[in-house]
T-cell receptor, first 114, second 115 residues
């Protein structure tokens, strides 16, 4: 299964942009890139996903490298409520679902300084 | 509002007892999943089910059992055979098929403590 690599932790200041990197050098052509975040003592929540093109939604933006071997989650203006663990995972869009690629690593612990 | 409900939020059991964790969803999702999370760690997949009356083992299925008799429900039993059952358990669901890139929806977890 294709795996992802993320930094263990990152720190940013409130109201500044945050760029969270993810490497996925063995990504296959049918893998979608998903991002989730988990607040303390809660279940993860979906943030954004994409295949090839950059994506924007109300929570964040996803920038995908041209070769798809890396991606970056962008929080445009971090708030204290954005402090969480952010997970980058790959999900096979061909297999019809199941558990393919649904491996959550340790993620990146994002710390926001006021 | 649609969502996933896990109950109870906290559960305490004595060693040697089986315990069943509840997971119910009203999102009309076909697929459901159980994950385990230990402190400071990522999520590890225990079992998953893509359709009623069918389920598959994940990476750490030993000591656990599941059933999928209804689309809405996917209970997880932690048996006495599970060597280290104390953990945070998360249930999730998603669509499958033509929307297989659809996101996972998670419940808020059950924290199980076995002493």
């Amino acid at each position: 299964d294709a795996k992802t690599t993320q930094p263990n932790s990152m720190e940013s200041n409130e109201e500044e942009p945050v760029h969270l990197p993810c490497n996925h050098s063995t990504i296959s052509g049918t893998d979608y890139i998903h991002w989730y975040r988990q607040l303390p003592s809660q279940g993860p929540e979906y943030v954004i996903h994409g295949l090839t093109s950059n994506v924007n939604n109300r929570m964040a933006s996803l920038a995908i490298a041209e070769d798809r071997k890396s991606s970056t989650l962008i929080l445009h203006r971090a708030t204290l409520r954005d402090a969480a663990v952010y997970y980058c995972i790959l999900r096979d869009g061909y297999s019809g679902g199941g558990a393919d690629g649904l491996t959550f690593g340790k993620g990146t612990h994002l710390i926001i300084q006021p | 509002d649609g969502g996933i409900t896990q109950s109870p939020k906290y559960l305490f059991r004595k060693e040697g007892q089986n315990v069943t964790l509840s997971c119910e969803q009203n999102l009309n999702h076909d697929a459901m999943y159980w994950y385990r999370q230990d402190p400071g760690q990522g999520l590890r997949l225990i079992y998953y089910s893509q359709i009623v009356n069918d389920f598959q083992k994940g990476d750490i299925a030993e000591g656990y059992s599941v059933s999928r008799e209804k689309k809405e429900s996917f209970p997880l039993t932690v048996t006495s055979a599970q060597k280290n059952p104390t953990a945070f358990y998360l249930c999730a669901s998603s669509n499958v098929g033509s929307v297989s890139n659809s996101p996972l929806h998670f419940g808020n977890g059950t924290r199980l403590t076995v002493t």
